[in-house]
């Protein structure tokens, strides 16, 4: 694990264990970085099947890591790595002992309020909370924790692959504490990541600029500027990015795009974005009635079926 080692910067945050909320994608991704990094992991989600599958999304990325950082023993590389991460149902136990506790469960704002209250009660006083939300307000989910809960609450907002994507967006309200901040900041440095201190305003940084971008390529074929490929293309050759709106759309998911963007239409109407941003935009309504929501359905803007 020389590559990680390499990456990781001196421990000054206080944090060993994390346990992480939710064993989808991101947080399969966000245990397999902090195992990486040498933390303890403890995944929770509330079925066996969830976990089974959040490790095994685990042990399929971690083999791609190793194939880099360890060529020649992949294996020990994933032994390791796995031998950091325990999984429970038991969401009592998962924060009994624990410095830091990472969120990634659906994006309801009733759910994550609900578990955060519940866990407030069941967590050391000093244990730090974070939310992965990429939409909703971290004050707002952090709602119903006390206030010395609410000083040592931030987000902690990773991207699609958490393997590959260096960023972190590391969400400050109005009472996150200057210490509990730092803490967030620099235990994703040990991840290997590389943090940036944004307000809890919507969509952050990435998201701010990123939906907004995606609903226009969306509307552009509704109006028929031009087809999503050479609208693609274009984005990829001329303006660098690795992979066209499009693309990015079914990488992300349209429902997941979709609910974004819903959820700021009363954002608008309250003044705090432009209604511009979130007018709808009838072919990604179409193909989520559909249930063609991207890559994770075989089928988004583009046929996965086929190869
Ligand atoms: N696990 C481990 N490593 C992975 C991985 C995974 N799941 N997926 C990719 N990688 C690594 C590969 O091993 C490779 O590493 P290397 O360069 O060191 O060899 C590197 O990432 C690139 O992967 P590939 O060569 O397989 O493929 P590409 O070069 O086509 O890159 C991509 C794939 C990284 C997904 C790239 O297309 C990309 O950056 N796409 C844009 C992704 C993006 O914008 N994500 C953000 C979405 S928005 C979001 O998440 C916010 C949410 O709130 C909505």
Redesign the pocket.
């Known amino acids: 694990a020389v590559g990680v080692q390499r990456l990781m910067s001196t421990k000054t945050d206080g944090i060993n264990t994390i346990t992480i909320f939710g064993a989808g994608l991101m947080g399969a ?1 966000i245990a397999q970085v902090s195992a990486q990094a040498g933390l303890k992991v403890i995944l929770t989600d509330v079925t066996d099947k969830a976990l089974e599958n959040g490790l095994n999304i685990i042990n399929k ?1 971690v083999a ?2 190793g194939k ?1 950082q360890q060529p020649d023993d992949i294996e020990g590389f994933t032994k390791k790595v796995l031998a950091n991460i325990t999984t429970t149902t038991d969401a009592e136990q998962a924060v009994s002992s624990t410095d830091l506790v990472c969120e990634a469960i659906i994006e309801s704002i009733k759910v994550k309020r609900d578990l955060f209250a519940y866990l407030d009660k069941k967590a050391g006083a000093n244990t730090i909370f974070a939310s992965n939300t ?2 909703l307000g971290i004050s707002e989910i952090a709602e119903n924790c006390t206030e010395e809960r609410k000083a040592l609450f931030g987000g902690l ?1 990773f ?3 958490v ?3 260096k960023l972190v967006e590391v969400v400050r309200t109005d009472k996150t504490s200057e210490a509990t901040y730092q803490a967030l900041f620099d235990v994703t440095k040990r991840m290997g990541k590389v943090p940036v201190a944004c307000k809890d305003t919507p969509g952050f940084i ?2 701010r600029l ?1 939906v907004p971008y995606l609903l226009e390529a969306a509307r552009m074929i509704d109006r028929g500027d031009a087809t999503k490929e050479d609208i693609d293309i274009a984005m990829k050759l001329g303006a660098g990015y ?2 066209g709106p499009f693309e ?1 759309l079914d ?2 998911g349209l429902d ?1 795009t979709q609910f ?1 963007a819903d959820g700021w239409v009363d954002k608008a109407k309250a003044g705090v974005l432009p209604e511009a941003l979130v007018e709808p935009t009838s072919s990604i309504v179409d193909l989520v009635n559909k249930g063609e929501l991207g890559r994770k359905s075989g089928k988004g803007f583009y046929d996965y079926t086929k190869k």
């Open positions: 991704g990325s791609r890591v880099k990429s939409s907002h991207f699609n692959p393997p590959a994507m990435v998201n990123l690795p992979m990015l990488y992300i997941t974004i």
